[in-house]
């Protein structure tokens, strides 16, 4: 059979497989592992075994394997434990990727661009970025943007954004003496009155309320 660009495939232990390129440029990344544990977490995770599935985000993958790689060479008293922990999180990715609706030929392949961006405001919520600069970062229009953002994650852009900072917020009230005014802004907020009342928005609590709450709880 042919298959597109940007499938992938398991195969069994035992499986007889032979493939190649129909046209260049052909990049292929592949990995050959044996445990007798395999067999157990692939069924655990319902994964199909010698079927092409279309990735979600190609990269991802080869990104993966790389890392695979990478830890097997270099070795270490731990290499083994590593791979294993690693490997199991490869394919449980894998199989949680399989399980999403599929995505639209037409914006598949700006996905690993999208997860890039969000991974980008997550890890820094602070710095202030509006959905027209996202959009300009991936060359396309803002509504355009707005859409695909939504049908790959499953929530507004703006409502996401919102959450990264909250997250953010939730874990300095819970793990720092700061005062609220202080974590306002190192979440990305003009001042705190802003802050508070998205906070009691989206969380249905206080900023000190919950501050108090996670006290209690230590």
């Known amino acids: 059979m042919s298959v597109e660009p ?19 440029p052909f990049a292929n990344d592949w990995f050959h ?11 655990e995770l319902g994964y199909p075994l010698d079927e092409p599935v279309k990735a979600i985000d190609a990269l991802q993958i080869s990104r993966g394997v790389i890392e ?38 037409k914006v598949s392949g ?24 996202l959009a300009a970062r991936v060359n396309l229009s803002k509504s355009y943007f707005q859409h695909s953002y939504k049908q790959f994650f499953g929530v507004p852009v703006m409502t996401d954004m919102i959450a990264a900072r909250l997250e953010y917020a939730k874990y300095l009230l819970k793990n720092s003496r700061l ?11 003009d001042n705190d009155t802003h802050f ?12 000190k309320r919950y501050h108090d709450a996670g006290a209690t709880a230590e």
Do not use: W
């Open 6 to 24: 940007g499938t992938h495939i398991v195969f069994g232990p035992d499986t007889p497989h032979l493939y190649r390129e129909l046209e260049r």
């Open 33 to 43: 592992c044996v445990g007798d544990e395999m067999g157990a977490l692939m069924a």
């Open 68 to 105: 695979l790689r990478r830890i097997q060479s270099n070795g270490g008293r731990l290499a083994g434990r590593i791979l294993d922990l690693e490997l199991r999180g490869f394919m449980m990715k894998l199989a949680n990727a399989t399980q999403a609706a599929p995505l639209p030929d």
């Open 110 to 133: 700006y996905y690993g661009a999208f997860v890039d961006l969000r991974s980008a405001f997550y890890n820094a919520p602070h710095e202030r970025t509006s959905v027209e600069e």
């Open 179 to 189: 005062s609220v005014a202080e974590i306002s802004v190192l979440c990305g907020y």
């Open 196 to 207: 508070m009342r998205q906070f009691k928005k989206y969380v249905r609590v206080t900023p």
